[in-house]
Nanobody, 117 residues
Framework: VQLQASGGGLVQAGESLRLSCIAS????????MGWFRQGPGKEREFVAN????????YYADSVKGRFTISRDKGEQTVFLHMDSLKPEDTAVYYC???????????WGQGTLVTVSS
């Protein structure tokens, strides 16, 4: 399975953006997919996760209420809809997949999100 992320770009604070991550192979219902990000001079941090089968979602406190993760099983795609973006959301966003949130073994190439103030 390979992951292809897209949708990054330059937006102003308060605007919205949607990221997509397409999986090329089969995703098992027990798998988890989600997003991490790495801002300038920062370590990679968790953003959001979704259980592929049940659709259960988890979010970092910093994005709760602003970001929404969803998936389209038919299209083998995970989305990250980001509202009310802040300059501190500026980062390279990576999609990942694995057996669980703490065990991502597959990663996409990353997509850059830049939020200007």
């Amino acid at each position: 399975v390979q992951l292809q992320a897209s949708g990054g770009g330059l937006v102003q604070a308060g605007e919205s953006l949607r990221l997509s991550c397409i999986a090329s192979g089969r995703i098992f219902s027990s798998a988890s997919m989600g997003w991490f990000r790495q801002g300038p001079g920062k370590e990679r941090e968790f953003v959001a996760n979704i259980r592929w089968g049940a659709g259960t979602t988890y979010y970092a406190d910093s994005v709760k209420g602003r970001f929404t993760i969803s998936r389209d099983k038919g299209e083998q795609t995970v989305f990250l809809h980001m509202d009310s973006l802040k300059p501190e959301d500026t980062a390279v966003y990576y999609c990942g997949a694995g057996a669980s949130l703490g065990d991502y073994t597959l990663w996409g190439q990353g997509t850059l999100v830049t939020v200007s103030s």
